[in-house]
């Protein structure tokens, strides 16, 4: 399964010139935890990318005032993608190698498809494994669906014994 087919294609996004108030509400009010934040002269390009954890610890933590400078001030100006035809387990070493829950993905021509998360990746392997589980239980249903076992000894008359066999 490649990524295309995983990645959330609606990506919220706002001016890097924005303040960080308007930042916040977008991600209240549409549940999202991140937003790529575009350029003013040119609102199809993404220049960065800003999650809540970026202005908890970069705004809040350091005792700033959500005012003083826009958003993209406390943006990640370094974004990180992966091709659509890339798999899970490239997105997952990407996320690994530099430290992020999100990673852009990206059409073969470089343009932007999608965003995928740790959240995204956690739900596609958590279905995998729900259906390997599913397919275990049914083996063993089916197993314990079998009434007559291939060997019954009350079946012999009575006792039993085990002879040694020798060489």
Known sequence: MNLSSLCQRDILS??????VQKAAELMRVNHVGAL???DPE??????????????????????RLPGELPVGAYSHAQLIGVPG???????????H???????FVTEPNGRLLGLLSLDDVLKTLAEDLSGLSQALR???????????????????????YLA????
């Not at 706002?14 to 303040?19: D, G, I, K, L, P």
């Open 14 to 19: 706002v001016s890097s010139e924005a303040s």
């Open 85 to 95: 035809s890339a798999t899970v387990h490239e997105a997952i070493a990407a996320m």
């Open 42 to 63: 040119d609102p199809a390009r993404v220049v960065g990318v800003v999650t809540d954890r970026d202005l908890v610890v970069n705004l809040l933590a350091q005792g």
């Open 164 to 167: 040694q066999h020798e060489p």
């Open 138 to 160: 049914m083996g063993i249903d089916l197993e314990n669906t079998r009434t007559s076992p291939m060997f019954n000894p009350n079946e012999l008359g009575g006792n039993m």
């Open 97 to 103: 190698k530099h430290g992020v829950r999100r990673v």
């Open 36 to 38: 790529a934040l575009t």
